[in-house]
Every structure is written in structure tokens, then in C-alpha cells.
RNA sequence: GGGCAAGUAGCUCAGCCGGUUAGAGCGCCACGUUGACAUCGUGGAGGCCACAGGUUCGAGUCCUGUCUUGCCCACCA
């Protein structure tokens, strides 16, 4: 983990003094309720911005923390997978910020190559013209065109969520600087062999019309037909061989069989003939045949089945390409060139039917490939593409993980990237498509000549012949792959490069760790010769309330964060999301979740209205801190703590929900409520002390929490200044992150809980006993162990339990007889409802109490008669085990003395 | 075919190194008072922690197996 340097970076812990002028008390139009995040938000970040928060000088001695933001595809808008992205690497940054980190987070966008390309041809496409009527030039207008528009749009929506990235160094993975860093990559990885030119089997896309990587295509299982295919032996008989695409028949250049199947021993090294064609094809002995499968026999299709095509290797067959780039078949089709490659389905059963060549027809599912954007069926077919030797570098980011070099949060997923790492294939990086970095590729009209540079050469370097550039494009990947040091700067060794890079955290959704992360992680390796990150961690994926994915091949009419930003604030749906889930969990959003977190920023917001006003008390020297004030600030600092240590381990959930239980359960149910007799009393230092420590509390947990809920807690933060003069900086986005002052051990910690808890025992028994809420009845304590506690806040109890009078009795004191008794916090308690108390309900209550104690104590002795258990469970376990023993059976004795006496 | 994750209250989900009687929010029931808050407060009901074994003094938590769901990877025609 990334280790805070505490010592640079002093927690300001000064007590606050308050202005006392009630002019300089925030009026009623400022902390208006409920709180309304309109406008607020817009505001604070404008400032934000305005007064550069968000970027660094670079190089300014402090310890740096780096994350590049994954860029946006402009394919259209941002939808809640972003608003997951920005929300948990606005988190880090806003809270590396205030720990006094030097945070860099860098934005940029992604022109996204085929969904762009596809964006594109469909608007082209509505004005009824086609890709090569408008040409290149015009497409490229086009397409910058329409970068920049969506870009504006992806830009506002960042802003509106919150993010505090650095506008300052936004980059574009196809602005000139990036373009120069894709060539210089391709160039060097050229040079040292690692990227080559060949004719393979490529995935190729029909309807986006270019090849794509084996990522790019998505496997789906359909129900289809298995055709059982005669096929005529050239000496009589025939052979019959089982397909699921009967018009790759007309590429067929074998079939076969297994060396060691019986069936069709005699039948190797003769001929058969391929059907509607000319060809004969020769019968060869494979390994790889399955003749469990189908008839045992296989057709050979090298150039459009990439089992055939090794088979096809292996036995050095013909390998024929029977499709066109469209999909059509070309003219090796014979009767059936010119049709598309469904209808030529049809047309080939069709006409293996008709010549009764059909054995049998079979019901079949099997799995079959997608083009990731276009959804149409891809086809493997040969072509000359170029690739990147992936052994290397996989091998190289492998070693990085196992070596801990790069560290997964959470560490499932290194198994995950090491698994894929390990079947990783060479990698097909180029497009026919118009978006996209071009190749820097030329090829001598005269020679023949390979030309790979940075620049334009004039002329072929080898024989001085006219040049053509490469038509092609990278994949979009390629350049993300360079993302995280090619935004710095890369190639070259500028300032931000090196004062950034390695970066420090990448985070991103887990389902493109190998997109993405892999490549990052290979190609910086590869020409930076370090990590591009330390840390990676993996957040879940947003799905909609139906569970499907929220992504941006499939975008739905509800997927914009923008509805939700309006109606709830971007505080709350950054809450939401932060505290929805654990580690790696994918996110629904729920509707529900997302008022109760707006519900949060409102209760706080009505928290800090109190704590506000409560500053009117006057300049007075506080009081000594009571037990409630050094109980609360006790709670504080071990949320304190707990929060570092949660956000250290990538635990934003924990972190969240424990920072919203202090505020509302602990600060707001029990600290405010008990400081109200303080504020509202005659003794000025009380009411000084107690309206001192609700600021503290406060200001803390607003820092606590504006990672989380940036806006609120800013905009509230600038009200508590006006009242509390001290209170620095002026932005709480810029203030220290809270440290603990070890006030978690103070024993009143412990006290106040009794109390809380007597409260909530008396609360119980006044609701069964059917005493009216408003009503002040009359307890009598024997106090126990918390006697010292309750001589300073026996108000506590009085006023949050309705009691009055209450009555302490020493030791030796008799309680009244008529009376509920209960026993909590150490405490003995009786509530002397005369006149209200049935008698029977009181006995019957009291019985079952004493069930319940014969039962624990008969667990109790249970586990601590067992030998084993005393031997081997930890002695402070065995300990506590005796002391709730004990305190169970003074429990159990009390309340039977009750049930005789009653 | 291989792998991963999940299965806990009506719903959505937490639950750390195994440690008394398993938590939250929403929903539900009942009642609302104190000039922060009705986007609120107080009290309550509600659980075979998927199932079966095992390890252990002790299992929601660790191990094995089974079932269900989701996802990723994969060339069986």
C-alpha cells in the first residue's frame, strides 16, 4: 500500500474560537432547509477550477500520487460506468490530496476506432451515402467534426459528477502528441522485432469490414444445425462429414479422419469430390479429429476455420479464401459467387439437397463469434494483417505481478491477469477502417520496399522509388496501451514525466483488465522499461435495476448519471455508488439507495444548521470537556483512524458507511441531543464547551467525508467559517486530512455507551409499560460501576430517557418494590410506575428475562468447563468469556430478587 | 470444456485475523415529544447465514463436495 508521510503533513488540531457578532451568523437564506444541492455544486467547482486545485506544478518535493483516467470513448456519452470510474478516483485523489500528496489526475478522451468508425458510417449512412462516395478526406472532417463535439459533451458531464482532474493536461489519444508517441511505439516495437506483417487467419468483421483482435469477439451460444454431408469418392462411395457452415464447403481442400479410427482406415489417401465444384480432395489422418463427433469425419477448411487452418499448416493443404471483404462470396465460389454469405447458405444446402446429398440434419448448439460493436457474425478468414509477438511482453508483465511490482485490488484478479497472460495469442493491431492512427508504414511502388518511420519518408530509402502509405489504422487499444506515459509526454523525458510516471493507481472496471490493463501494463514495460502503476484496482460493474450491464455497446435511454444528478445531487449518487457494494462487486442502482444517500447529505446538512447556531453561545472559555463531549471526540478519532486504514486497503465502503455512522448515530442521535441542556443552560463555559466540541466534531467528519460528498461538505464548510474564525483553509478541499489524537481509549468511551444503552433499555420498557412519550416518569438507579460517570451526566440519561425525578441510591439502599426493573450499561434501574405497572405482564417479562440469562450463563459454563477451550482459545477471550459470565449471573441474581419480591 | 464471483431479513447489500445472542438502508407494524432535521425521531416484528459433510475448544467466516445464479476465457467441425 501507498503509505501516508504523516510527518509532513500535520493534522491541524487547534480549537476552534468563534465570532461572536450574531451578524457574522449565517443567515436563514444560507443554510436554508432541506438542503438543496442546485447550483451549489456548479459553484464550488467552478472555484475549484478557477483557483487550480486540481493541478500541480510538478516537482515540488511533496510525494506525488498519479492516476490517468481511463479515457472516455467519444462514441456519444457518458453513462453511470463513468460516474463509478470518477467517483472512486475522485476519492483517491481528493483524499491523497488533503494527506499532502502532490495528486496529478489526468483526463483525456479516447477516440474509440471502430465505435467511432461506426458512429460515423451510420450518420453518413442517413444521408444516404456511403464511406467511399464522400472519400477519406471528407470522412476525416467528419470525424474531427464530430470529436469535438463529443467531446464538450463528456467534458461537462466529468465536471457535473464532481471530478477535480486536472482540465490543464487533458489529452486526446489522437492529438498530435499522442499521435507522435503511437509512431515512435510502433517504430521501436518494429525494430526490435515485436511487431511483424503476415497473411494469417484474422477474425474479420463483414459489416465494419476489417479484421479484429480475438478480444473484439464475443462468443455466444446459438441453436444451429448440424448437417451431415455426403461427399462422392472419386473411386465410388462416398464419405460423409458432418458441418455447421455448409457454404464453407466451397473452400474445402481435405477431409479428415483420425489416424486411429477403424472406420475409416481404408479410406485415407483417396480422393472425394467437393460438391457443386471441380476440386477433388484428398482424405488425410489428423490428430486432431474428434471421432466421437458428428461421423467421425471432418472437413478441411484452412481459410475460414482456424482448426482447419492449423490443420491445414500441418499438412500443407491449399488454403483458399472463398469470401470478400463484404461478406459476399467471391468468384472461388463457383455457381454461388455473389451471394451473401446466409444466402449462400441456404443456396448450398439447398443444393446439396436437391442431389439427394443430405444425409441427415441435427439440431446443434455451439458457440459462435460476434463482432464486439457491429454484433454481426465474424468470419475467420486469411488476410494480410499486422501483429504484435505477444510472448515477450506477456512475459514480462507476468513477472511484474508475481514479483509484486503491480499490486491488484482486489488480489483475486492477478490470478486472472496471470491466467490469460499465460494463452495470451499474438495480437492483430490493424483496422481497415478510417479512424484511427494510420500506420507509419510505407511501401515502395518500385522495389517492394518496407518502410517503417516516424516521419514521412520522401522517397524509398532503398531504391529511391515512389512511396504509398499503408491505408490501415491501429487498433484503438494501441494507443490506450500507451496511455499512462504518453499522456506525461512520452517519448520524451519531460518534466511531468518524470516527476510523474510510474503513476500511482490505476482504476478501472474489471471487464477491461485485459483491454486495457494487460496492454498498459506490457507496452510500458516494454518502452519504458518501468510499470506504468503500482496499484491497480478493479472496480465492479454498474447494472440497471433489471441486473443487465450498463455499457457502451448497448446504451439505454436511463443510463445517463445526468437524471440522477438533477434530482438527487452528484453528492448522492457518488455516496451511492462509493458505499453500495464491497470491493470488486458489481452495482445496481437502486433507487432507494439513492434517496437514502441525498437523505444522508440532508441530515447532515441539518446537523451542521445546529452546529452553526450552537456557535452563538458567545466567546467564553470553555468548560473541561464533559463525558459525553470526551466520549463523542473518542468515537471521532476512531473513525478517524478506521477511515485511513479502510481507504489505504481500497475498502471506499467501509470507509463510507463508518463515516455516515458517526455522523448520524453517534453525533446527531446522541451528541447533539445531549448537548442541548448544555447550549441551553445557565453556565456559559458548559454551553461554550459543548457547542466547542460540536464544531470539532463536525469539521473533522466534513473532512472525513469530502472525498465522498465533495459539494456538501464544501458548501458547508464555508458556512462554519463564518462562525468559526479559526477554521483554515478557506476551501476544505485543500484542508489536512484528520489524524487520530488516540482519544479512542478514553475510558468515558466506554461510560457513555452504558448510558446510551440504559436510555434505549428504559425507552423499550416505557413503550411496554404504555407510558406516553411526552410523559417524565420517575427512575431509580442503583449505579454500580458507572456512579462516577453519572454524578456529572445523570442529565444525559434524564433527558434522553424522559426521567424525572431520578433518584441514585448507594449500595446498601432497598429500590422500590412496586417498580419495572432493568438492568443495562452496569446499571441497576427501576421505573416505579405506580398505578401502571400489570403485575402479571411485569412477572411474566421478568421470567423470560431470566430464561434468556440461565441460557447464556448455561453457554457460558459450557465453553468454559471445556478443557480444550481454556488450553487453546487466546486468554483474552477466555477472560472476556468469564467476565460476561459473571456479569450474567449479577444480572440473573438481581432480576430473580425482583421476581420473588414482586 | 476451463476459470472466477455470488447465494445472509420481504428487497438491496455489509459482515475484517474464526470468538458471547449475525448487522445496515429501504420496506413493514406501532407511536411521535424536546425550536437541527418529517428527506425526521422513538420502539418493534422479521434470519436453518443455499445444502451436505469435514477441520476446530468454537464456523456466516476455513476445507471438500453438491445445487442455483451471474460473469470471464475457450478452435471441437
Known amino acids: 500500500m501507498v503509505e501516508s508521510d504523516r510527518s509532513e503533513f500535520p493534522g491541524a488540531h487547534t480549537p476552534l474560537t468563534r465570532v461572536t457578532d450574531d451578524a457574522a451568523r449565517t443567515g436563514p437564506e ?60 475522485d476519492l483517491l485523489i481528493r483524499w491523497r490530496r488533503m494527506q499532502g500528496y502532490e495528486t496529478l489526475w489526468l483526463p483525456g478522451t479516447d477516440h474509440a476506432a471502430i465505435g ?53 493536461r487533458e489529452r486526446f489519444t489522437m492529438d498530435e502528441g499522442l499521435t507522435r508517441a503511437v509512431n515512435e511505439a510502433f517504430v521501436r516495437l518494429y525494430d526490435r522485432g515485436l511487431i511483424y506483417r503476415g497473411s494469417y487467419l484474422v477474425n474479420w468483421d463483414p459489416q465494419d469490414r476489417t479484421a479484429v483482435s480475438d478480444l473484439e ?61 471441380e476440386r ?54 463457383g455457381p454461388f459467387a455473389g451471394q451473401d454469405r446466409f444466402e449462400a447458405r441456404v443456396s448450398v444446402v439447398n443444393w446439396l439437397d436437391e442431389r439427394d446429398l443430405i444425409e441427415k440434419v441435427e439440431e446443434h448448439e455451439h458457440s459462435v463469434g460476434h463482432g464486439q460493436r457491429s454484433g454481426t457474425i465474424i468470419e475467420p478468414m486469411l488476410s494480410e494483417q499486422w501483429f504484435v509477438r505477444i ?5 514480462a508483465a507476468a513477472a511484474a505481478v508475481r514479483d509484486g511490482k503491480i499490486q491488484f485490488h482486489p488480489p483475486r484478479f492477478a490470478d486472472e491477469f496471470l491466467r490469460w497472460m499465460d494463452e495470451i495469442h499474438d495480437w492483430c493491431i490493424s483496422r481497415q477502417i478510417w479512424v484511427g492512427h494510420r500506420l507509419p508504414v510505407w511501401y515502395c511502388q518500385d522495389c517492394g520496399e518496407t518502410t517503417v518511420n516516424n516521419d514521412e519518408p520522401e522517397s524509398c530509402p532503398a531504391c529511391g522509388g515512389v512511396l504509398e502509405r499503408d491505408p490501415d489504422v491501429l487498433d484503438t487499444w494501441f494507443s490506450s496501451g500507451l496511455w499512462p506515459f504518453s499522456t506525461l509526454g512520452w517519448p520524451d523525458s519531460t518534466p511531468d514525466f518524470r516527476n510523474f510516471y510510474p503513476t500511482t493507481v490505476m482504476q478501472t472496471g474489471y471487464d477491461i483488465i485485459f483491454f486495457w490493463v494487460a496492454r498498459m501494463v506490457m507496452l510500458g514495460i516494454e518502452l519504458t522499461g518501468e510499470v506504468p502503476f503500482r496499484h491497480v484496482h478493479l472496480s465492479g460493474l454498474m447494472r440497471r435495476d433489471d441486473g443487465s450491464k450498463v455499457s457502451k455497446s448497448d446504451p439505454q435511454p436511463g443510463d445517463d448519471p445526468a437524471e440522477v444528478i438533477d434530482r438527487f445531487g452528484a453528492d448522492a449518487l457518488r455516496y451511492m455508488i462509493a458505499t453500495a457494494g464491497s470491493p470488486g462487486g458489481d452495482l445496481k442502482l437502486v433507487w432507494q439507495k439513492l434517496e437514502a444517500a441525498r437523505n444522508f447529505a440532508n441530515k447532515l446538512w441539518n446537523a451542521a444548521r445546529f452546529t452553526v447556531d450552537a456557535q452563538a453561545v458567545g466567546q467564553v472559555e470553555p468548560g473541561p470537556p464533559t463525558a459525553v463531549d470526551r466520549w463523542i471526540l473518542g468515537r471521532l478519532d476512531q473513525t478517524v483512524s478506521e477511515t485511513t486504514r479502510r481507504l489505504e486497503a481500497f475498502n471506499f465502503g467501509e470507509a463510507g458507511r463508518g463515516i455516515q455512522d458517526l455522523i448520524w448515530n453517534d453525533f446527531c442521535d446522541w451528541c447533539i441531543e445531549a448537548s442541548k441542556p448544555r447550549l441551553r443552560g445557565n453556565d456559559p463555559a458548559a454551553a ?57 481509549r478514553d475510558p468515558a468511551v466506554a461510560e457513555i455507551d452504558g448510558l446510551a444503552e440504559a436510555v434505549r433499555v428504559i425507552r423499550n420498557a416505557r413503550r411496554e409499560a404504555g407510558v406516553e412519550p411526552a410523559r417524565r416518569i420517575e ?27 431520578l433518584v441514585i441510591l448507594g449500595d446498601g439502599d432497598t429500590p422500590p418494590e412496586k417498580s419495572i426493573s432493568l438492568i443495562a450499561g452496569g446499571m441497576e434501574i427501576h421505573l416505579p410506575l405506580e398505578g401502571m405497572i400489570d403485575i402479571d405482564v411485569e412477572r411474566k417479562r421478568l421470567t423470560s428475562e431470566l430464561e434468556r440469562l440461565d441460557g447464556e450463563i448455561a453457554r457460558a459454563d459450557k465453553a468454559l468447563s471445556n478443557k480444550k477451550f481454556i488450553e487453546r482459545a487466546p486468554a483474552d477471550v477466555v477472560q472476556k468469556r468469564r467476565d460476561d459470565r459473571v456479569a450474567a449471573v449479577s444480572q440473573r441474581n438481581t432480576t430473580r430478587t425482583r421476581l420473588d419480591t414482586l
Open 30 to 89: 444560507a443554510l436554508n432547509r432541506p438542503y438543496d444541492p442546485t447550483g451549489v455544486e456548479e459553484r464550488w467547482y467552478r472555484l475549484w477550477e478557477d483557483r487550480g486545485y486540481f493541478s500541480p506544478e510538478g516537482g515540488d518535493g511533496r510525494r506525488p500520487f498519479v492516476i490517468s483516467m481511463p479515457p472516455p470513448n467519444l462514441t456519444g456519452v457518458l453513462h453511470y460506468g463513468h460516474a463509478v470510474i470518477v467517483t472512486f478516483e
Open 280 to 333: 477433388q480432395i484428398r482424405i488425410i489422418a489428423d490428430d486432431a479429429v474428434n471421432p466421437e463427433f458428428g461421423s467421425g469425419a471432418v472437413k478441411v477448411t484452412p481459410g475460414h476455420d482456424p482448426n482447419d487452418y492449423q490443420m491445414g499448416i500441418r499438412h500443407e493443404l491449399e488454403m483458399i479464401n472463398i469470401l470478400n471483404e463484404d461478406g459476399t462470396l467471391n468468384e472461388n465460389a
Open 217 to 277: 469477439v464475443e462468443h455466444e451460444i446459438v441453436a444451429g444445425k448440424l448437417w451431415h454431408v455426403r461427399y462422392p469418392l472419386v473411386d465410388g462411395g462416398h464419405i460423409v462429414v458432418a458441418t455447421t457452415r455448409p457454404e464453407t464447403i466451397l473452400g474445402d481442400t481435405a477431409i479428415a479422419v483420425h489416424p486411429d479410427d477403424e472406420r475409416y482406415a481404408g479410406l485415407i489417401g483417396r480422393r472425394a469430390q467437393v460438391p457443386a465444384l
Open 688 to 744: 461554550s464547551r459543548a457547542a466547542a466540541t460540536l464544531a470539532e466534531v463536525l469539521t473533522t467528519s466534513l473532512r472525513l467525508l469530502h472525498p465522498f460528498m465533495p459539494f456538501v461538505t464544501e458548501e458547508l464548510w464555508s458556512h462554519l467559517r463564518r462562525v468559526l474564525t479559526d477554521l483554515e483553509p478557506e476551501n476544505i478541499i485543500i484542508a489536512d486530512w484528520p489524524e487520530s489524537q488516540g482519544r479512542e
Open 779 to 805: 427512575a431509580v438507579l442503583k449505579p454500580g460501576a458507572r456512579s462516577a460517570v453519572l454524578e456529572t451526566e445523570s442529565d444525559f440519561l434524564a433527558r434522553l430517557a424522559r426521567i424525572d425525578p
Open 391 to 395: 510472448g515477450p511482453l506477456a512475459a
Open 116 to 168: 467511432t468508425n461506426s458512429v460515423l458510417l451510420d450518420q453518413i449512412a442517413k444521408q444516404g451515402r456511403t464511406r467511399d462516395e464522400i472519400g477519406r478526406e471528407v470522412f476525416e472532417e467528419l470525424f474531427w467534426d464530430w470529436i469535438g463535439k463529443s467531446g464538450a459533451t463528456i467534458r461537462s458531464q466529468l465536471r457535473r459528477v464532481g471530478a477535480s482532474c486536472d482540465w490543464s
